[in-house]
Every structure is written in C-alpha cells, then in structure tokens.
C-alpha cells in the first residue's frame, strides 16, 4: 500500500464550480467518479473518455501517460484522469461533459431541443443530479449528496420497514426536499429555465419520492403499481422553482427491478440491437437485463447486498477509506484506498479481487474453505475477510450467476449468444473485469465484458431528450421474471456457489 500523506490540495471543477479539498496523491477517479464521471475503459487509457483539461496547476505525467495522450492524439493541456493522481492545486475542466457518454453513441438518437433539463438518479444511499443544456447535450452542474431517508437504516429492508411503520410521509418529505435543494443550487450557478427533470431509481425510492404506500413491497408476491411516468408539479414536492414541461419519475419494470435499469436498457441502448446485450447492476438488488429489439427479460437478484458493503464484516460503499481494488505482486495483495488514506473497510469491486486473489493463490478452495482452516484471512492494513464474508460472496456471485442463466433461458438462448455484457453499479468504475470472471460469477468470454459506470444517470439523461412517451417502446418489449419461481432455480443457484 502507498505511503500516507495527509498533505491536502484544492481541485477546482469547471463547469461545475465545485471545489474539493483532497489527500496528496489521490487519483483524480476517487475524487471524480461520484459526480458521474464515467471511466469506461477502466483506467486503461485506451478510451480517451476520461479527459480533462488542465486550466491551471499541474499533474505529474508518467511516460506511459504522455504515450497514452498520444495515442488519442490528446493535445498538450488534456490529461486521463485514470492516469493522474492530485499532487498540487488543480483546475479541471471535464471533457466528458460537453456530451453524452454512452456504451455505443451511434445507437443514440440524439435530437437537441431547446431549454434545459435535470436528470437525478434517486438512488438508496447516493443522489446524483446533473444539469443539461438541452441543445447541446453538455452538462453544465453536477450535485452529489446522501439520501436523507439513511436515518430509517442505510439497506432497502430498513427503509421498505421504516415506510410499513408509518414513516412515508417523513421519507417522502425528506427525499423531495434534498433533490429539489440539489437543483437549486445548481440553478443557483447557472440560473436557467428549466423545462424538464427526469427522476430514476429503484421501486421503494419511486414508491417513497411518491409517498405511496410501500407495502406491496414488503411480503411475497412482491410487487409494485404504477407502472407509468409519475408526474408532479412543482408546487406539489415543494420545490420553489419553475419547470416548464414536466417532472417525472420514471417507471418500474417489477417488483425490485426500478427505472434506474430502464435507464440502464436505454444507456446500452440494447433495444435497438440485433444481437443480445446484457446488463449487470451490482448496487443494491443486483438486476438483470438481458435482450436487444425483439425482447427484454429482466430480474433482480438479491445479491446486491454483499457489493454495498452490508453482510460483510468491514464491508463499506466506496467512499473515502474503502479498499477499491487489490492486486497481486510478487504473491502479496496490494490494496488501493479511496482517498489515499488509511484502510477502513473493503468496497464491492476490492471483494471480488479479494475473493479471487484468495482463490488464485489457493488460500481458499473451491467451496470457499478457508483452507488453513482459520476463521478469517488479512487483506490489507486491519481489513480482514472472514469465513463468514466469503459465503455471502458465493451467494451474491451465485445469484448473479443463477439469474444470467435463467434469464438466458427464458430467452431461449444459451449465456454465450451474449455478445456484450455492461457492469453498472455505485463502483462500476472499479471492477477488475479479469477478477469477475475468475470468481465464476459470469461464464461470459471476459472480452464481451465491459464497465459502464452509473447507467441509470445516464439513462435518465437520455430520456430528457425524448418525450415521455418513448420509454413504452422499451417497456413494450421487456418481461419482468420472478427468478424463484422458475423450477429449477434452487438446483442452479446451489450448482453456481461453488468458486470458479
Ligand atoms: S482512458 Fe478510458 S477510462 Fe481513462
């Protein structure tokens, strides 16, 4: 691990105006990725999307970085924000913003309007919203924050509880007034007219943004209602700004499969293709959707727990002090911090390098014993893996695995005719692709495999380009399916713990 600093310096983002104070050495992807920065490459250097222009200060560049630049004939004052690391003052400008990241951006029908629009993704623990210019597709302000609801329970099981209580008015009241404060302050930066605000996220967010009653999703059958846009006025979530066209909530597929993977289907734009797509969304219930035009299979899978941190001993979301990734050299783990700080906990993406670090070097077997017959095993600093965490990793990545080949399935396909797989989730940006597949948690060819970051913000970015009514054309052709009921889930799901 890399030598503590706590020496701070001052990044300043343009065009969001925000400023961030962060450790010495800090790579510049722990302190970009949560305004929805996306890095779909991974930080090889290859995709070139991750660029910034260097308007003051300086970033110390690697020769491998200056080939990198030349390579994607970057010219002097970019750099690759997966290549740089905060050691001074900054000034960024990030190129990402003047248009539309997305999977394949010639599958993106693209028509400027006029005006201005706000997309937020309403997720369980992060809110994300960002500012467009309609007519150009740029993002103009970008606001992060934690979702309010967090004291009634940081899990999806906590809050659906909390709302069963009595509390939904309180959920509703709170999660309506910090993303109406999010966009004021952006408004109040770049004071426009706003025509229109997409919302995303999961069913209980849509249920609680709502104030319905969350219910329906507390006992089996599982399901949820209002399977079109919620609209709301201004006036009606207390918002003290005009919005001239519409505010909506987008909707639900089934019980735990929200908007925010609708906007996922649209962001790997796997609607207009022939062949099949997938994607994986590793936050909180880890969905699935797999299909391209002719149809959609969806389900969520309940795996995505262990990713966020929760049933984990010293499991944490990727924040500051989280272990993001670990890689093995000269047969020891090395750990990467998020803030360069010390290791607090272990986030989603470093578990399943941990996992499959611990099975490459024979530490556990392929039950998941823990072969030295010891309760835990180090991973870097205090962070230990217990027996314990390990099994809820084989149940997660079972899931996982049991759901892409049921849906496959019900598509009539086998898990090969996938000619691409997206990983979508809060630490998209840090998986290692090669782990994933190591664990046994996708039997896809790693090649077909690609990260996409936060698919649901940049699904709901798209939709402010289209009208309302163009999301049925993707809900027209998705089934939602119940993984449960499928007969020989049991027999799958059991077949699939065992480590690749
Ligand atoms: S070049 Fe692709 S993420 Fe940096």
């Known amino acids: 691990m890399e030598l503590l600093n706590r020496k701070q310096h001052r990044i300043t983002l343009h065009p969001l105006g925000k400023q961030l104070l962060v450790n010495d050495q800090t790579p510049l992807i722990d302190a970009l990725h949560e305004y929805g920065v996306e890095f779909p490459c991974g930080g090889k250097g290859t995709c070139g999307k991750c660029r910034v222009k260097l308007l003051a200060g300086e970033i110390e560049m690697s020769e491998v970085h200056r080939q990198k630049l030349r390579g994607l004939n970057l010219e002097q004052d970019w750099r690759l924000a997966c290549y740089s690391r905060c050691t001074s003052d900054i000034t960024l400008e990030i190129g990402q913003f003047d248009h539309l990241i997305l999977a394949d951006e010639s599958d993106f029908r693209f028509t400027p309007s006029e005006g201005f629009g706000v997309a937020v993704d309403v997720g369980t623990t992060t809110l994300v919203a960002q500012l467009v210019d309609l007519s150009t597709g740029k993002v103009l302000a970008a606001e992060t924050g934690l979702n309010p609801q967090v004291k009634f329970g940081a899990d999806l099981i906590s809050r659906i509880q909390a709302g069963v209580d009595g509390h939904t008015a309180e959920m509703a009241g709170l999660i309506r007034d910090a993303v109406g404060a999010m966009i004021l302050k952006m ?6 007219k706003l025509n ?30 209002h399977s079109a846009i919620q609209f709301y006025s201004p006036d009606e979530l207390g918002w003290n700004f005009r919005v001239s066209e519409f505010i909506g909530f987008y909707p639900s597929m089934g019980s735990f499969v929200g908007s925010d993977i609708l906007a996922g289907i649209a962001a790997t734009a796997m609607h207009f293709r022939d062949e099949f797509t997938a994607l994986i969304d590793l936050g909180t219930n880890g969905e699935i959707a797999i299909g391209n035009r002719q149809g959609i299979v969806c389900a969520s899978t309940a795996a995505g727990p262990a990713f966020e941190g929760a049933c984990i001993s010293m499991g944490m979301r990727a924040v500051t002090g989280a272990i993001s990734s670990l890689r093995l050299d000269n047969a020891t783990m090395h750990a990467e911090v998020i803030g360069n700080t010390a290791p607090k906990g272990i986030c989603g993406s470093a578990l399943i390098d941990a996992v499959s670090i611990l099975r490459q070097t024979g530490q556990i077997g392929m039950f998941g014993e823990i072969l030295s017959g010891a309760e835990s095993v ?11 965490d390990i099994y809820e990793f084989q149940l997660a990545k079972a899931a996982i695995a049991a759901g892409l080949e049921i849906l496959t399935q019900n598509l009539g396909i086998a898990v090969g005719d996938i000619s691409k797989l997206y990983i979508a989730g809060g630490f998209g940006n840090y998986i290692n692709i ?8 996708t039997e896809i060819d790693r090649e077909k495999i690609q990260r996409m970051g936060n698919t649901a913000l940049i699904g709901a970015k798209m939709f402010l380009f289209m009208t309302p009514g163009s999301v049925n054309e993707i809900l027209a052709i998705t089934r939602h399916i119940n993984l449960e009921g499928h007969p020989g889930f049991q027999d799958i799901y059991v077949e699939k713990m065992i480590m690749g």
């Open 187 to 192: 408004l109040e930066n770049h004071p426009v």
């Open 196 to 225: 229109r605000v997409v919302l995303v996220g999961n069913s209980a967010m849509r249920l609680f943004f709502g104030g319905h009653d969350v219910k329906p999703l507390s006992m089996y059958p599982f399901h949820i209602g």
């Open 378 to 388: 180090p991973v870097a600093g205090q962070v230990i893996l217990t027996q314990k």
């Open 434 to 441: 090669d782990h994933l597949v190591t664990t046994g948690m």
